[in-house]
């Protein structure tokens, strides 16, 4: 199991089409990917799980990999979460 934190700064905060894109692109790893934040959990692979645990701009947020390219797949989620700022 890997994890990491960061900081979500896009000023719109994972609304549908970031949600969208995070999970189109996590949804082919083979590995448990899981988004916490604020204390909800939600599996990252699911757009509308995502919406519904609600993260706002400025929320840490916890991606938690774990199974197997659990290090390829927290890479990949990193780089969006970036991207996405």
Partial sequence: MVSQTVTLTNPNGLHIGPATTFSDALYDFPCK?????????????????LLGIGIPTGSE????????????????????????N
Wanted: net charge negative; glycine share 4%; with cysteine.
């Fill in 33 to 49: 990917i899981e988004v916490i934040s604020q204390g909800k959990h939600a599996d990252a692979k699911r757009p509308l799980a």
């Fill in 61 to 84: 947020i916890t991606i938690v990999c774990d199974g197997e390219r659990e290090d390829e797949a927290l890479a990949t989620a990193l780089d969006l979460i970036n991207k996405l």
